[in-house]
């Protein structure tokens, strides 16, 4: 079963695309994000970090982390 998020970045997700949103929250400095690995685009990751905002994520299976 799904349950609907009623919070208001819920609410948000179901008037914009994910990606919009991440583009959104991108821009923050100093702000924390938690995702899952079906959100995997580097390119958001970088705009993140360019931001001075951290994320946190499972890795997919098959990508390389650089050593």
Known sequence: ETRK?????????ESIDRRQFAAIVARHDGDAFVFDKGYCDYGWWRAI???GSVFVTR???????PR
């Open 5 to 13: 998020d009623s919070s208001i970045f819920g609410k948000l997700l």
């Open 49 to 51: 970090a360019a931001a």
């Open 59 to 65: 890795p997919k299976r098959g990508s390389c982390a």
